[in-house]
């Protein structure tokens, strides 16, 4: 079994990047961001809730997130893997994976960096804003405050991961293909 998580600050690339590592792995997505607007969609209490934080550029409580997650890979035990998008986002978030992952003897297989500077990111996610639905990348200030929150509760993950040596950086900066050989690399890397 493969368990990617593919890490990034918002606008890295990470949706994108997933679709192809999709097509080509056959691994079941695994977006929290997707999961919530989808929730957010059906009007659900779940969805409410996690609005009053989305929509002010802020993380959703870890114990959410992580029950949503628990829940989706508890009935999934069947697929080759996961690829876990935009999830996990703070250490609690991370520590629980693991004691999920490792309960199933799954444990996550590495962590696949997408590096992109803070300029490019801005200019992205405003980009995005003009035609998704996304209210998130419209307002430039909840933009700056989805990367702040990124730069203080995010980044100690891929420490985590460091400390396990299953951190993987790749520059986010290159064309989608280009940024999308360089992931195939360490997943066919990691499947040896
Ligand atoms: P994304 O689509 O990954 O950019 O996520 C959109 C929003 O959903 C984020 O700004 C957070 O408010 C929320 N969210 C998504 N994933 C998580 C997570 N793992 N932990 C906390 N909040 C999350």
Same mark, same amino acid.
């Given at each position: 079994m /493969?368990n990617? *998580? ?7 690339? &990470?949706?994108?990047?997933?679709e192809?590592?999709?097509?080509q792995?056959? /691994? ?11 929730? @957010? @969609?059906?009007?659900?209490? /779940?969805? &409410? ?11 959703v409580?870890?114990?959410? =997130?992580i ?23 703070? *250490? $609690?978030? $991370?520590?629980a ?10 444990p ?7 590096? =992109?500077n ?5 200019v992205? /996610? ?14 430039? $200030? ?6 702040? =929150? ?12 460091s ?15 280009? =940024?999308f050989?360089?992931?195939?690399? *360490? ?6």
């Open positions: /493969l990617i *998580v593919l890490f990034g600050p918002p606008g890295a690339g &990470k949706g994108t990047q997933s192809k590592l999709i097509a792995y056959n /691994l079941m997505h695994l977006s929290t961001g997707d999961i919530l607007r989808a929730e @957010k @969609k059906a009007g659900s209490p /779940l969805g &409410k809730q996690a609005q009053e934080y989305s929509d002010k550029g802020l993380l409580p870890d114990a959410l =997130v029950a949503l997650i628990e829940d989706k890979i508890k009935h999934n035990k069947q697929v080759n893997g996961f690829i876990f998008d935009g999830f996990p986002r703070t *250490v $609690a978030q $991370a520590s994976l693991d004691t999920m992952l490792n309960e199933s003897s799954i996550v297989s590495g962590m696949i960096a997408l590096e =992109v803070e300029d490019e990111l801005f992205r /996610l405003l980009k995005r804003g003009e035609t998704s639905d996304r209210p998130d990348d419209k307002d430039p $200030a909840i933009i700056r405050q989805r990367i702040s =929150v990124y730069n203080s509760e995010t980044t100690p993950v891929a420490g985590f991961y400390a396990q040596k299953k951190y993987y950086g790749v520059d986010g900066m290159k064309s989608i293909d280009t =940024v050989e360089s992931i195939s690399d *360490v997943v066919e890397a990691l499947k040896k």
